[in-house]
């Protein structure tokens, strides 16, 4: 086993290699993940229906901003295929395609704040959420530019591999949303006390923030000259189109994701406050070990798109098999700790909140946990083997087998379980399980198929 760890280690495409992309986008993830669990402990000591609107509102905007973020994040495939390819002086007007994508997304930002009291409305959750989500569902909106700027950019260095600039600008955009999270919550440092509407604010600046340092530091002289980041900044209808044709269909897949995740959390909210809240309470913890898949999968897909922009996908598939081995080590870790510790991650929340509500909270959410126990695995393989296909530009796949395996098992059965048969939380979640091993399954056939090896995002070199 030692031997070929250090065999692994040193080989192209192995462990060495896979870390030093993956790390630091493993960091940045957790640090999102970090930022989502701290908004919440501070909603959770503001108030029970504060923490329980949280969710079911930023989810149901991230449905709407995830079509704009999945396209964009997909220009980490072209920047990869493009420095496979050595065609760095490409780069930049790739990167500026998800510039003009932004500039749509922020438009359409604002129309979507002013629709917030008709769609939670129809939602129907009890009032005194519903006044909460509306709130929180408006001003994140406003924020919906900037967050996919700052994606477009980063790619700019997850595509070619030099991926610690994402960290810092990450963790320092998460320290100034930390700040003011707490601040604008509770009223502290002079700040006013604004509940759930200043998290939503801290989340905002955060955002602008990272899209602001991100855009200064592509315009740095080095990258001028070889990447072609300032001069490049025209819109270029044909790699516009590209993006779209490759990209789209990754963002239809995301929205349609989670719109899937949405759904179900919108569901499960109809049992009422606590179930609610134990589902919120657990997604957030549950962040914990996804959000950093997230990351090993961004390092996955450059690592296949660097390799298939050189015509290598050998060592492409081999790149795949090095992440799975990594991740799913990672996973058992979290799996043993979400079933035989659930009760460590829910110290933070109980800090200051010492009622009798927040009990059958704990209690739900530790049985919850030991269910996100069971399919961890399962999302390792999911994610390794989607990367390999975004990786070629097989999108249009994914998006077809995610959205209707996605209704077919977790949305319509959980709708009907609660609604004609008064099902309880745990069967609810137990979907959740069923559609993870069914995915992990198609895609490691559609991976063993060979055919994503074959594909190409970018157009080919001129003679």
Not at 287 to 300: D, V
Not at 442 to 450: C, E, N, P, Q, T
Request: charged content about 10%; aromatic content about 18%; proline content about 3%.
């Amino acid at each position: 086993m030692i031997s070929y760890i250090k065999t692994r280690w040193k080989t192209p495409g192995g462990y060495r290699e896979f870390f030093i992309i993956a790390l630091p986008l493993i960091l940045s993830t957790a640090t999102w993940s970090v930022q989502s669990f701290i908004d919440r402990v501070f909603l959770a000591w503001y108030s029970t229906e504060a923490l329980a609107a949280a969710l079911p509102a930023a989810l149901t905007q991230f449905i709407f901003v995830s079509l704009f973020l999945g396209t964009a994040t997909y220009i980490n495939t072209f920047v990869a295929q493009y420095i496979g390819a050595k065609r760095p002086h490409n780069v930049g007007p790739a990167v500026w395609q998800g510039a003009y994508l932004a500039l749509i997304g922020l438009l359409f930002g604002l129309g979507l704040g002013a629709l917030s009291t008709p769609i939670f409305n129809v939602i129907g959750h009890e009032a005194s959420i519903r006044n909460e989500e509306i709130t929180y569902f408006r001003i994140l909106s406003y924020g919906i530019g900037p967050i996919i700027l700052s994606a477009s950019i980063s790619c700019f260095y997850s595509g070619r591999g030099k991926t610690w600039t994402i960290l810092g600008v990450n963790i320092f955009a998460t320290l100034i949303n930390i700040f003011l999270d707490y601040g604008l919550i509770f009223g502290k440092w002079g700040l006013p006390a604004w509940g759930i509407r200043g998290a939503a604010w801290a989340t905002n600046i955060g955002s602008f923030t990272s899209a602001f340092i991100f855009f200064l530091l592509i315009l740095r002289p080095r990258y001028r000259e070889r990447y072609n980041t300032l001069h490049g900044w025209k819109l270029d209808i044909k790699l516009f189109k590209r993006l779209i044709r490759f990209g789209g269909p990754n963002g239809v897949n995301f929205m349609l994701d989670i719109f899937t995740w949405g759904s179900f959390v919108l569901i499960c909210g109809r049992l009422g406050i606590i179930e609610s809240a134990a589902t919120n309470i657990t997604f957030n913890i549950n962040s914990l070990a996804f959000m950093p898949l997230i990351g090993a999968s961004i390092a996955m897909v450059t690592l296949v798109g660097q390799r298939l922009g050189n015509n290598r996908s050998e060592e492409a598939e081999y790149c795949i098999w090095t992440g799975l081995q990594v991740t799913v080590a990672y996973m058992s870790v979290m799996a043993l700790i979400y079933w035989f510790l659930p009760h460590i991650f829910l110290i933070p929340y109980s800090y200051g909140t010492d009622n009798i509500n927040f009990a059958a909270v704990k209690d739900i959410s530790v049985k919850l946990l030991r269910i996100v126990a069971i399919y961890c695995l399962f999302d390792a393989f999911y994610f390794a083997f989607t990367a390999a296909l975004k990786g070629a530009g097989d999108t249009r796949y994914i998006m077809f087998m995610n959205v209707s395996m996605g209704w077919l098992i977790i949305i319509i059965p959980s709708y009907l379980t609660l609604t004609y048969f008064n099902g309880s939380i745990y069967i609810l979640w137990s979907y959740i399980c069923l559609y993870l091993i069914v995915c992990s399954i198609v895609f490691y056939l559609r991976f063993r198929s060979g055919k994503w090896k074959y594909m190409r995002v970018i157009e080919n070199a001129p003679q």
